[in-house]
């Protein structure tokens, strides 16, 4: 690499130049834009050999005119025409949750959640590379911990609890100075971010399947025919843009069904006992329903150990996290394994590495000694996790065999879970935040699911 000198003479003069232009001139900061999913679209332009780059420039349009800017975010049109779609998002919230961190009454997201989840909401924020597991990229629409079954989309109140109580074992820490409406706040603002990310990969998504010629010059959108003299042109951008609304009309109306689709945890049996906590555990172990409870372990160990739940196969024999750890969540194949890439393949990654995905990491389970739960820690969290599964990974919604394995047994479960734990989840977390505090990290997040 050729090296450049300078002199004594020169260096003063660019350093008089500056000084000049610092003192005459105020510098123009950068806008901060919403990043255009370069992944997504460069997954197409591997599988299907076919160039995106207008694709992604077409729908980067469409969400910017019906969302806005990350200073400057709006609703799409249709939300003021429709009653039913005002419920979803309130503006002045978003507002409040957008614009610059050190904006008076503005900022929440950028000060909060951006270091980890980026800006666009992308999960590619300054710290994410080094997190495991990687923060949360919105834009599938895909949330791991609701109490909806698999498919649905979170409740308000799931992405709330999240916020407020932060996720155990990750670097999502709870963040005592926000308020409750500082939590609602940023909850629009989560919900707008993925409303607008899967907007922008859905219209990619409907093209492709549609079979839009893009090497032939067709579009996703045209804007410049909004304005054409033409009346075919212009009944032709009507046609795209109704295509567009309808699209982000469906996602908005699939986060609004969520509030009917919660599934109500039953009341534990009557006839033994169940363990809310590990310290709930250690105390009925000793108390005058000991033995009930030590049955009740022995039935989860047998369908925990057995071929109908078969939560060993992924768990381990023990519990530690050690049976099938080479999966990945759906995050990572979505642009690896759907468009027939091993993650394991990082030649064949480079064009997708390039565009800002992260490098592929293995979704380990849960190590149950651990006691942490990153969905919650009360039966009733394990009870959703286990009949539910985990939205994004590998773990799947239970299927209950009569007389092998019945609701009823998911109980006999969470008490054999709560006997794995080793430690007290409380007090590791705290250890960990203290060390990771002493040394000006975040504190390390358990690669589980």
């Known amino acids: ?30 806008p901060v834009t919403f990043e255009p999913n370069f992944v997504h679209a460069m997954k197409y332009q591997i599988k299907d050999n076919v160039s995106m780059d207008q694709a992604s420039k077409d729908s980067m349009w469409v969400v910017t005119k019906m969302f806005g800017t990350p200073d400057e975010p709006k609703l799409p049109d249709f939300v003021a025409e429709e009653e039913d779609f005002a419920e979803l998002l309130d503006l002045d919230r978003l507002v409040r949750a ?27 924020g300054t710290t994410a590379a080094i997190l495991n597991p990687y923060p949360r990229d919105y834009r599938m629409g895909v949330f791991k911990f609701k109490s909806t079954p698999l498919s649905y989309k979170p409740t308000r109140e799931d992405i709330a609890r999240s916020i407020r109580n932060g996720i155990a074992g990750t670097a999502m820490v709870k963040i005592p100075e926000l308020t409750e409406d500082d939590v609602q706040a940023l909850t629009d603002y989560v919900i707008y971010l993925s409303w607008r990310g899967e907007t922008e990969r859905a219209l990619i998504d409907d093209a492709v399947m549609e079979g839009v010629d893009f090497e032939g010059g067709e579009r996703i959108i045209d804007p410049e025919l909004a304005n054409s003299s033409d009346e075919e042109e212009q009944e032709l951008y009507e046609e795209q843009w109704e295509i ?47 033995d009930a409870l030590a049955k009740s372990v022995e039935r ?17 024999e023990k519990g530690l996290g050690n049976g099938q750890t080479t999966d990945y969540d759906e995050w990572t194949k979505d642009w690896t394994a759907r468009i027939g890439i091993k993650p394991e393949d990082r030649e064949a990654l480079i064009p997708l590495l390039a565009r800002g995905a992260l490098p592929p990491i293995n979704a380990v ?85």
Request: hydrophobic content about 35%.
């Open 98 to 124: 957008s614009g610059p961190a050190d904006a008076e009454g503005r900022g929440l997201y950028r000060k909060h959640c951006a270091l980890c989840h980026g800006v666009t909401g992308n999960g590619r």
């Open 300 to 316: 989860g160990r047998e369908l925990f150990l057995g071929k109908v739940a078969s939560c060993s196969k992924c768990h381990g």
């Open 365 to 449: 389970p849960r190590n149950f000694s651990e006691g942490l739960f990153h969905g919650g820690s009360e039966s009733s969290d394990l009870y959703r996790r286990i009949t539910q599964g985990i939205d994004g990974s590998p773990m799947p919604a239970a299927t209950f065999v009569e007389g092998q394995f019945e609701k009823q047994d998911v109980w006999h479960l969470i008490n054999f879970i709560r006997s794995l734990q080793t430690a007290d989840a409380e007090d590791a977390a705290s250890a960990d935040a203290a060390a990771s505090e002493a040394v000006g990290t975040e504190p390390k997040a358990s690669p589980a699911i």
């Open 244 to 290: 567009s609304e309808e699209i982000a009309m469906g996602i908005a109306e699939s986060w609004l069904e969520a509030e009917d689709e919660v599934l109500e945890v039953p009341e534990p049996p009557s006839d033994f006992p169940v363990a809310n906590s590990h310290k709930d555990f250690v105390k009925l172990s000793q108390g005058d329903q000991a």
């Open 1 to 30: 690499m050729q090296r450049f000198r300078f002199s004594s003479s020169v260096a003063i003069v660019v350093c008089a130049a500056v000084c000049v232009f610092a003192a005459g001139c105020k510098r123009e900061e950068t």
